[in-house]
């Protein structure tokens, strides 16, 4: 399914969150704050567009995604990037070593992943010790007002806007049942201590219809 939608993914993208996709990626960019030397690991990278901005910082950026669409698309449009590399991989069998990564960020796609909680442990894994963990993803929003439009808006409108803009509008259908069906904030919280993380934080963008949650792998 992502193999299809890979070449209008972000436009796509951009269209369905009215713009407020690029404001989330500012958003996970500055809570990863990547700086010259670091090894960064973006998971669900997609095309590498958030791989790209972390890579602005001058770290190393390894854009992992599991869909060979998706990297493929991602070189043909950043692989004159120096320091991004496009790798496929599976979040729950990660082809890199322990502790090999100061910070591993995943924007919109843990969700995707069949067992996110065995996600959670192998990002742990391949993170240095007082690395970080940034997940980007979409939530509930704790209004019940706007919780309630917000509902109308992914019933109603987004399946008629992804059949003018998408290749593939069945895959928003998906998009639509997964953002439902995803656990809240708190939850997630929850699973990402489980994995062993610390310092576990979130805060709500977009009035909760996306969260930006943080932790950091312990020293010892």
């Not at 992502?2 to 972000?10: L, P």
């Not at 700086?35 to 958030?50: F, K, M, V």
């Not at 996600?119 to 997940?135: D, K, N």
Request: glycine fraction near 8%.
């Amino acid at each position: 399914m992502f193999d299809e939608v890979a070449s209008g993914y972000d436009r796509t993208n951009t269209v369905l969150s009215l713009g407020q996709d690029k404001l989330w990626r500012v958003a996970t960019t500055r809570a990863v704050a990547p700086r010259p030397g670091q090894r960064i690991l973006d998971l669900a990278a997609g095309t590498g567009a958030s791989s790209v901005a972390l890579a602005r910082s001058g770290a190393e950026v390894v854009a992992g995604d599991f869909s060979p669409g998706m990297i493929a698309e991602g070189r043909r449009r950043h692989g004159h990037v120096p320091n991004v590399t496009f790798v496929e991989a599976d979040a729950t069998s990660l082809p890199f070593s322990d502790g090999e990564f100061d910070a591993v960020t995943i924007s919109f796609g843990l969700r995707n992943v069949n067992d996110p909680k065995k996600a959670l442990a192998e990002m742990l894994r391949v993170t240095a010790p007082g690395g970080r963990l940034v997940i980007c993803e979409f939530s509930h929003p704790q209004n019940v007002a706007f919780a309630g439009l917000y509902r109308f808006y992914n019933d109603r409108v987004l399946p008629v806007v992804a059949k003018t803009v998408s290749s593939n509008a069945d895959a928003y259908d998906y998009l639509n049942e997964s953002i439902r069906d995803w656990p809240d904030q708190k939850t997630l919280s929850g699973w990402i201590r489980d994995a062993g993380w610390a310092q576990v934080a979130h805060r709500d963008l977009t009035f909760g219809i996306v969260a930006l949650h943080r932790a950091v792998k312990p020293l010892a």
